[in-house]
């Protein structure tokens, strides 16, 4: 994207991409399992990067809106061969999930009305459950360090689940609620050192104390910025153009694009925000698929935040305009990725060597620490809707003045999906199963229970 000086390496790209390509097939499990599979095979085994400078790249793609690992990898590529290499390994980390993501959301399509599929989504969606519930706890427990931020966290709860207020509203007001306490009250956010940095083995090929040879100037700055922007508007412009202001692509290409922007603290932080807007503003699918949509995401390598694929080939496959539906459910798909993941490379391709610069700013360590405390808030939301659409088949609508909620009919409670559900959650926190492995289980409790008869749908 940019004309940029060589990056003095002893890694061949060659085998840089053939590594790329091998940790793509590997990244199942959320960004923590991701994460974990980048630290073996980059730190631990090939030593291609210290300790320090990982955490470091990980502290910034933390930072910034989008799924953290992908960014990772895309900042790890560009420290060892530049732009190219930072576009190659954010790319292979997406590529097996979309193909596999686009492959199950045509057979959900095709098969999904069907007994033993439906049996075994609602498996899937059961198990769903405890891994949010997981989710909840691991964040907790590594972002709610003081009273503070335990009652920042809450305070997201209740602003979302109660009062309705907008996902980006509660992630900015975080931030900024961060800000102020950095500044006017420094000891609600103790700083938690996540590892002494200290390495065993031979040098790393990037020293953890050398910077980056590519330095921030702003020609570079201009060049990534007007090239990442085509990019990204591009697509959005001839999509609004072809099919008209109105259309479920050009609705689908500018909603995502918003979206990119604001999907701080993961996958699971934005999808509460994807399936209130999705769900019940564009009506693109219905809740219950929501939870499925999650659940394959879960089965596939890449990004739990490829579930905008998913939605995205469901609402265009039913208002797909004058193509035929199929046509328009595989375009839209790959559209709404491209300007899901556009962001992305840009963020990093366009931060990092200021970042190579910037360690342990606290101004920005402080916004991080609020708006990861608010994402406690957030992911609980999100477990509470999954929760309420799949354990029951109906729901009572609350609105009264300032309050919104949707609470469950007790009457319509769903025993499969909830015994699955408890199955899941004994897997995950007793026997700890893997994500894979517990989601593998309650498809086939799902299947065996539709197969004799038991009501799934």
Same mark, same amino acid.
């Given at each position: 994207?940019?004309?940029?000086?060589?990056?003095?390496?002893?890694?061949?790209?060659?085998?840089?991409? $053939?590594?790329?390509?091998? +940790?793509?097939?590997?990244?199942?499990?959320?960004?923590?399992?991701?994460?974990?599979?980048?630290?073996?095979?980059?730190?631990?085994?090939?030593?291609?990067?210290?300790?320090?400078?990982?955490?470091? =790249?990980?502290?910034?793609?933390?930072?910034?809106?989008?799924?953290?690992?992908?960014?990772?990898?895309?900042?790890?590529?560009?420290?060892?061969?530049?732009?190219?290499?930072?576009?190659?390994?954010? /790319?292979?980390?997406?590529?097996?999930?979309?193909?596999?993501?686009?492959?199950?959301?045509? @057979?959900?399509?095709? *098969?999904?009305?069907?007994?033993? +599929?439906?049996?075994? *989504?609602?498996?899937?969606?059961?198990?769903?459950?405890? +891994?949010?519930?997981?989710?909840?706890? $691991?964040?907790?427990?590594?972002?709610?360090?003081?009273?503070?931020?335990? @009652?920042?966290?809450?305070?997201?709860?209740?602003?979302?689940?109660?009062?309705?207020?907008?996902?980006?509203?509660?992630?900015?007001?975080?931030?900024?609620?961060? #800000?102020?306490?950095?500044?006017?009250?420094?000891?609600?956010?103790?700083?938690?050192?996540?590892?002494?940095?200290?390495?065993?083995?031979?040098?790393?090929?990037?020293?953890?104390?050398? &910077?980056?040879?590519?330095?921030?100037?702003?020609?570079?700055?201009? $060049?990534?910025?007007?090239?990442?922007?085509?990019?990204?508007?591009?697509?959005?412009?001839?999509?609004?153009?072809?099919?008209? =202001?109105?259309?479920? *692509?050009? !609705?689908?290409?500018?909603?995502?694009?918003?979206?990119?922007?604001?999907? *701080?603290?993961?996958?699971?932080?934005?999808?509460?925000?994807?399936?209130?807007?999705?769900?019940?503003?564009?009506?693109?699918?219905?809740?219950?698929?929501?939870?499925? /949509?999650?659940?394959?995401?879960?089965?596939?390598?890449?990004?739990? @935040?490829?579930?905008?694929?998913?939605?995205?080939?469901?609402?265009?496959?039913?208002?797909?305009?004058?193509?035929?539906? #199929?046509?328009?459910?595989?375009?839209?798909?790959?559209?709404?990725? #491209?300007?899901?993941?556009?962001?992305?490379?840009?963020?990093?391709?366009? /931060?990092?060597?200021?970042?190579?610069?910037?360690?342990?700013?606290?101004?920005?360590?402080?916004?991080?620490?609020?708006?990861?405390?608010?994402?406690? /808030?957030? +992911?609980?939301?999100?477990?509470?809707?999954?929760?309420?659409?799949?354990?029951?088949?109906?729901?009572?609508?609350?609105?009264?003045?300032? &309050?919104?909620? !949707?609470?469950?009919?007790?009457?319509?409670?769903?025993?499969?999906? &909830? @015994?699955?559900?408890?199955?899941?959650?004994?897997?995950?926190?007793?026997?700890?199963?893997?994500?894979?492995?517990?989601?593998?289980?309650?498809?086939?409790?799902?299947?065996?229970?539709?197969?004799?008869?038991?009501?799934?749908?």
């Amino acid at each position: 994207m940019t004309d940029q000086p060589p990056v003095q390496t002893t890694v061949p790209f060659g085998a840089a991409v $053939r590594t790329w390509f091998g +940790i793509s097939l590997q990244t199942f499990g959320g960004p923590a399992g991701q994460i974990a599979v980048m630290q073996r095979a980059l730190v631990d085994e090939r030593r291609w990067i210290g300790q320090r400078r990982f955490l470091h =790249a990980l502290n910034y793609c933390t930072l910034l809106p989008g799924p953290e690992a992908q960014q990772l990898a895309t900042y790890v590529g560009w420290l060892l061969h530049g732009t190219a290499g930072g576009l190659v390994a954010g /790319g292979l980390f997406v590529l097996p999930g979309v193909v596999a993501l686009l492959a199950l959301s045509a @057979v959900y399509v095709a *098969f999904g009305t069907t007994t033993a +599929i439906t049996a075994v *989504f609602t498996g899937l969606a059961a198990a769903v459950l405890a +891994i949010v519930v997981q989710a909840v706890i $691991r964040v907790a427990g590594r972002a709610l360090a003081s009273r503070a931020l335990v @009652v920042l966290a809450v305070a997201s709860f209740l602003a979302l689940a109660v009062f309705g207020v907008p996902f980006p509203v509660v992630v900015a007001l975080a931030g900024v609620a961060g #800000w102020a306490l950095g500044r006017w009250r420094p000891a609600a956010l103790p700083q938690k050192v996540a590892a002494d940095g200290a390495d065993a083995g031979p040098p790393p090929v990037i020293s953890d104390d050398v &910077l980056h040879h590519e330095a921030p100037t702003a020609r570079r700055t201009v $060049r990534v910025l007007l090239v990442g922007l085509v990019a990204w508007g591009l697509p959005i412009a001839a999509v609004g153009v072809l099919t008209g =202001a109105h259309s479920v *692509f050009t !609705e689908q290409a500018l909603f995502f694009s918003g979206a990119a922007v604001v999907t *701080f603290g993961g996958a699971y932080a934005v999808l509460a925000y994807v399936a209130q807007q999705a769900v019940a503003v564009y009506g693109w699918l219905s809740p219950g698929e929501m939870v499925r /949509g999650l659940a394959l995401a879960e089965t596939t390598p890449g990004p739990l @935040v490829m579930v905008v694929q998913f939605v995205a080939f469901l609402g265009a496959y039913r208002a797909p305009g004058d193509l035929d539906p #199929w046509v328009a459910a595989v375009l839209a798909s790959l559209l709404v990725t #491209w300007v899901t993941f556009v962001p992305s490379f840009l963020f990093v391709l366009l /931060g990092a060597p200021y970042m190579e610069q910037l360690r342990g700013n606290r101004s920005l360590s402080a916004a991080l620490t609020g708006i990861t405390a608010a994402v406690v /808030g957030v +992911i609980a939301n999100l477990g509470v809707y999954f929760a309420v659409h799949t354990l029951f088949s109906g729901v009572v609508e609350v609105d009264r003045g300032p &309050l919104s909620l !949707e609470l469950p009919d007790l009457t319509t409670l769903r025993p499969v999906p &909830l @015994v699955i559900a408890a199955v899941a959650a004994v897997l995950l926190f007793r026997l700890r199963w893997s994500v894979l492995r517990t989601l593998g289980v309650a498809a086939l409790l799902g299947l065996v229970a539709g197969l004799v008869g038991l009501p799934v749908g």
